[in-house]
């Protein structure tokens, strides 16, 4: 899931700064729409690759937090209606990430095997390369 969410959001960040993947509609960007791209972009990357996940999904889902209120809140208050429910999963997928860790397959759990990166199947915590 850290990997297919991170790509995904990713994906928005690119659209707003690199302009890759193509949009039919450009946008023009202030100074909070390009520094909210970058955080999708590098912040998706980083997600997805499992490199400091926990911060990055932290900031990640403020800004998403952030983007609904300033944005979508304004056009009602139920996200279906003010079609604000991508920021709202996103922030929400964010914040687990953040509690959860980024698991076994990640960067982190290569680079600092001595932390507690990952988790048995009832959820408490394990050391990485700990049997069950």
Known sequence: MRLIVGLLFASHGGQKILGFPPVAKAMSLDTLGMIGGYIEL?????????????????????????????????????????????????????????????????????IWPDREVARDEVGGPMRTGQRL
């Not at 996940?53 to 983007?67: D, E, K, L, P, Q």
């Not at 509690?99 to 290569?110: H, V």
Request: include cysteine; hydrophobic fraction near 60%.
């Open 42 to 110: 590098v912040g998706g990357l980083l997600i997805a690759f499992g490199l400091f996940t926990r911060a990055a999904a932290f900031i990640s889902s403020g800004m998403m937090a952030v983007a609904y209120f300033m944005v979508h809140a304004k056009g009602g208050f139920f996200p279906i209606v003010n079609r604000g429910e991508p920021a709202v999963i996103y922030c929400f997928i964010f914040l687990f990430i953040f509690f959860y860790g980024p698991g076994r397959w990640s960067l982190d759990g290569l």
